[in-house]
Nanobody, 121 residues
Framework: QVRLVESGGGFVQAGGSLRLSCAASVTFFSINAMGWYRQAPGKQRELVAT???????NYADSVKGRFTISRDNAKNTVSLQMNSLKPEDTAVYYC???????????????WGQGTQVTVSS
């Protein structure tokens, strides 16, 4: 079982900050890379940031310098600190995790239910 639960979304004005958190609960799986994605209405889901088990990060160009992804391997959590928010950051933000089944070794990507972030001008 792999369960991901996001929290921290909300409504902020442009220039403000939010911190998103994702807590993973797993049974018979080991979590590898984790990340954040977002999707605006009528648009494709896009990558925001990812972080490997070793802490290597990757960011979309649109959020570089403003967002920071981090993780706590002991707690199986991943966070996204979002600063200098812009209206174009408005979207549903999804937590994702690559998880490997301990017995069979199969790896799949699992998704949280999403949390709404709305940035007003």
């Amino acid at each position: 079982q792999v369960r991901l639960v996001e929290s921290g979304g909300g409504f902020v004005q442009a220039g403000g900050s939010l911190r998103l958190s994702c807590a993973a609960s797993v049974t018979f799986f080991s979590i590898n890379a984790m990340g954040w994605y977002r999707q605006a209405p009528g648009k494709q889901r896009e990558l925001v940031a990812t972080i490997t088990l070793g802490g290597t990060t990757n960011y979309a160009d649109s959020v570089k310098g403003r967002f920071t992804i981090s993780r706590d391997n002991a707690k199986n959590t991943v966070s996204l600190q979002m600063n200098s928010l812009k209206p174009e950051d408005t979207a549903v933000y999804y937590c994702a995790a690559d998880a490997t089944y301990r017995s069979g070794g199969a790896t799949n990507t699992y998704w949280g239910q999403g949390t709404q972030v709305t940035v007003s001008s």
